[in-house]
Each structure stands twice: as structure tokens, then as C-alpha cells.
């Protein structure tokens, strides 16, 4: 279950509620923080130190023509230009020996040295 979405783009919330994704009041973030997403099912765009904080990620794409790219869009548009939802599960981990920096920060391995 959607927990918070991030996006700039209100039509994109009216749209997952249409289409039975996200039900009720839902907190809806501009721009993610750590704190925010830590633990959470979260559904939106965020980068990869961030979605590996989270519970969940799931992408909604949307495959826009870049002179739609940085505008307001209508829930039409949304509707003309959405890809299928896709949830991931990501894990973070040291580039050294692979273990899991998702809850664990610090690689023991290496003495907590990234």
C-alpha cells in the first residue's frame, strides 16, 4: 500500500486515485528528504540514495515529449503519456565486497570506510 507520493504534478495524483491506486487522503511530497521516505512505501521519481531508504518504490513513467517536460500537466496528459507501474525493492550495498548498506551504514568489512 502507496504511503506518500512524490511528484510535482497534482494530475498525477488525481490519476492514481481514478484508477484505484492510491485511496483517500494520501501525503503528497514535492521533493523527498531521507526522513521522509525511511521505511515507507513510497510512489514517485527519487534517486537511488533515497529509494533504497524505502519499504517500497514504485515508478509510475511517464514517457513525455520534452516540450512537455518541466510543465503543468493535465490529468488528460497524464493519461495520454503513463507507462505501466513498476515497484521496486532496492538495496544499497558496499561497492567493495557487496554487503548490505541498506540498514547498516557502515560496511564491517571495511571499518565503515565508503
Known amino acids: 500500500m502507496i504511503e506518500v507520493i512524490v511528484t510535482r504534478h ?3 495524483v488525481k490519476y492514481l486515485q481514478e484508477i484505484g491506486m492510491v485511496e483517500g487522503e494520501i501525503e503528497v511530497l514535492s521533493h523527498a528528504t531521507p526522513e521522509a521516505v525511511r521505511g515507507r512505501h513510497v510512489l514517485g521519481v527519487l534517486p537511488h540514495s533515497l529509494s533504497c531508504l524505502c519499504a517500497s518504490f514504485t515508478e509510475v513513467p511517464l514517457m513525455l515529449p520534452a516540450e512537455l517536460r518541466g510543465t503543468e500537466l493535465s490529468v488528460e496528459q497524464i493519461r495520454q503519456f503513463v ?6 525493492m532496492v538495496q544499497a550495498s558496499c561497492p567493495s565486497c557487496g554487503a ?3 540498514n547498516n551504514p557502515a560496511c564491517i568489512e571495511h571499518e565503515g570506510v565508503h
Do not use: I, R
Open 83 to 88: 507507462g505501466e507501474p513498476v515497484t521496486y
Open 100 to 102: 548490505s548498506l541498506t
Open 10 to 12: 497534482p494530475a498525477l
